[in-house]
């Protein structure tokens, strides 16, 4: 017989069961809730402590973008490096050899700082094998180029009066050797061919193509032949300053020209440094005359700006003058995306060496000892020592006084160059 109570399907048959399963889910649901709160409120924590992220407008970012993307080259110039017999004395060494570094090391640090580096071997150096000389004839032991370029010298002049002192086997055995110095840019002035001479100087540094020439208006000693110094004539300074100019972004010329010892620029001067701003040059290097001369700003015939230094003034030295110990950097910055060469500046820089008043007098000049160069206004000091009679006060006054009678310069020293 039937039953009049209803019955359940299994799965609902026991309701108990169903109310604890549940509380088992829900209980289940909170602590899952629970565990993704401290999960993310631990993560939170973690992140805070991590360095900011540096935004890519930031100070930092921007410093390192412009120490990584310079704006501008930075091209110095100095004047004659002369290997005089004093020099020669003091740099040599007991075992025959000659360290001349550590006379220009303290200007080290200037070097550093720029790319591309003019200096100017004012006499031939072919070493021992032609015999070692100093005034008037010379020849330079083959240390003077290996520490010019060791100093960062890469864009160097060979041609000057005293080119052909000994020779063409003397101008041969030089350029054989600077052609075996690391990290140059670029040599001219004295040739080992006719080829060798007609070819213009290239090089690039940073994106900027550079074009470098070098002329002398004087010998002395006769030419023996027509291609071992670079004679100047406006013939031939067309020809390769219309080819620089089609080439390079900037144009370098290295002149030697100028009346010695004279702080004044005389009439020739005046003459070529009009030629080379019509012909294009921008920038005009002058030595010689081993004193400072004024800076001119010419406007040549299509109306580009060209910089004549006339005299930069000497370099390594041992000279007597004062004027000829005063001298220092010519400091240009390029501008990378113009190729244009800014406002000049210059670094005054002072060659030192001492001997006594007496040692002085009588001209004993082997007796200078103490050789060293440094910037100006680090030398009051060396100055005090020198038996010149002046100071540093006096001497900067004397280099903005005579480099600003055309053209500003910026006078700078060892803190703000």
């Known amino acids: 017989m039937e039953s009049s109570s209803p019955t359940f399907p299994p799965e609902q048959s026991q309701p108990p069961r169903f109310s604890r399963n549940r509380k088992v889910l829900l209980a289940g649901l909170m602590l899952f809730i629970i565990g993704v709160v401290v999960t993310g409120l631990w993560i939170r924590s973690k992140d805070s402590k991590k360095p900011p992220v540096q935004k890519t407008g930031s100070s930092q970012v921007k410093k390192t973008v412009e120490a990584n993307n310079p704006k501008s080259i930075r091209l110095i110039a100095s004047g004659d490096t002369i290997a005089h017999d004093a020099l020669n004395a003091q740099a040599k060494l007991p075992d025959g050899t000659y360290d001349y570094y550590q006379f220009i090391k303290p200007l080290q640090p200037y070097f550093d700082k720029a790319q591309v580096r003019f200096c100017n071997q004012a006499v031939p150096g072919a070493g021992p094998a032609f015999g070692i000389r100093g005034y008037p004839i010379f020849n330079s032991p083959l240390e003077v180029a290996r520490d010019m370029n060791r100093l960062g010298c890469n864009v160097v002049n060979t041609g000057t009066n005293h080119t052909f002192d000994l020779g063409q086997q003397v101008i ?246």
Do not use: C
């Open 172 to 417: 041969d055995a030089q350029l054989n050797y600077w052609d075996t110095l690391p990290n140059m840019l670029a040599v001219a002035g004295a040739n080992r061919s006719n080829e060798e001479q007609q070819k213009v100087r290239y090089f690039t540094s940073q994106g900027v193509r550079f074009a470098f020439v070098s002329y002398s208006t004087y010998s002395n000693i006769t030419p023996p032949n027509a291609y071992g110094l670079n004679m100047y004539s406006q013939a031939i300074a067309q020809v390769q300053l219309t080819e620089a100019r089609q080439k390079a972004d900037v144009v370098l010329v290295s002149m030697r020209w100028g009346t010695e010892y004279s702080p004044a620029i005389n009439g020739q001067q005046e003459q070529i440094a009009q030629q080379l701003a019509d012909l294009g040059a921008d920038v005009v290097l002058g030595h010689g005359p081993h004193v400072l001369q004024p800076v001119k700003q010419l406007s040549g015939a299509n109306g580009r700006k060209t910089l004549v230094w006339f005299s930069i003034g000497n370099f390594l030295n041992a000279q007597l003058p004062v004027q000829a110990l005063v001298s220092g950097l010519v400091v240009l910055d390029i501008d990378i995306v113009t190729k244009s060469v800014q406002p000049p500046k210059y670094l005054p820089i002072y060659m030192h060496y001492e001997w006594t008043a007496e040692e002085k007098a009588r001209e004993d000049l082997l007796k200078r000892r103490a050789f060293t160069m440094v910037p100006l206004d680090k030398a009051e000091d060396l100055l005090a020592r020198s038996q010149l009679g002046t100071n540093v006060t006096a001497q900067t006054d004397y280099v903005q006084k005579l480099l600003n009678q055309f053209t500003p310069v910026t006078i700078i020293d060892s803190k703000t160059y």
